[in-house]
């Protein structure tokens, strides 16, 4: 059993680790595609769903974080419903994409070692650079890209996703 949750939580949290181990073992995969199904069902890896897994397969924990903390794709923390990628290239970064970074998590009311509201409703991140530098700068938001970027644009997206309504609409 695993001990990071209670009652149902807990079985239901097994269940779906149960079954992607089950697929692995089926098709032969690696450690990357087990995590990336961990990723997928949970929202992120938890230490005890690697402890898990480890034990099932009989592979030490430390390889799996291994690759965890090498992928910036995997997340050892619970990330928001909604996702904000900021790109921080090079291009961005010239356009002031730091500084509306640091509106939008003002915004937020998130503090510099935060990245996710309390409400768990938006995570906020960076990457070094989207491609798109031409519309720079750009801002994914739920997989939507937002180029040429202002403080405006962003909030105003940010309200959007928090279902407040506009005042200038």
């Excluded at 089950?22 to 769903?49: F, P």
């Excluded at 790109?87 to 939008?104: D, I, M, W, Y």
């Excluded at 003002?106 to 409400?119: I, V, Y």
């Excluded at 031409?134 to 997206?157: C, R």
Aim: with cysteine; glycine share 8%; net charge neutral.
């Amino acid at each position: 059993m695993l001990p990071m949750a209670r009652g149902e939580v807990l079985l239901d949290v097994e269940k779906k680790l149960n079954a992607l181990l089950n697929k692995h073992i089926a098709e032969e995969g690696n450690i990357i595609s087990i995590l990336q199904d961990i990723e997928a069902s949970l929202g992120y890896i938890s230490e005890d769903a690697v402890n898990w897994v480890s034990k099932k397969l009989q592979i030490p924990a430390s390889r799996f974080f291994g690759v965890v903390t090498f992928y910036a794709q995997f997340h050892l923390t619970p990330r928001g419903k909604n996702i904000i990628t900021a790109c921080c290239g090079t291009a961005c970064h010239v356009k002031g994409s730091e500084r509306l970074l640091n509106g939008v998590r003002r915004e937020l009311g998130l503090s510099d070692d935060e990245d996710t509201t309390k409400d768990k409703e938006i995570t906020v991140e960076k990457v070094n650079c989207v491609g798109a530098c031409s519309i720079a700068p750009v801002f994914i938001i739920n997989k939507k890209v937002h180029g040429k970027s202002s403080t405006d644009k962003l909030i105003k997206e940010i309200k959007t996703l928090r279902g407040v309504k506009d005042e200038d609409e």
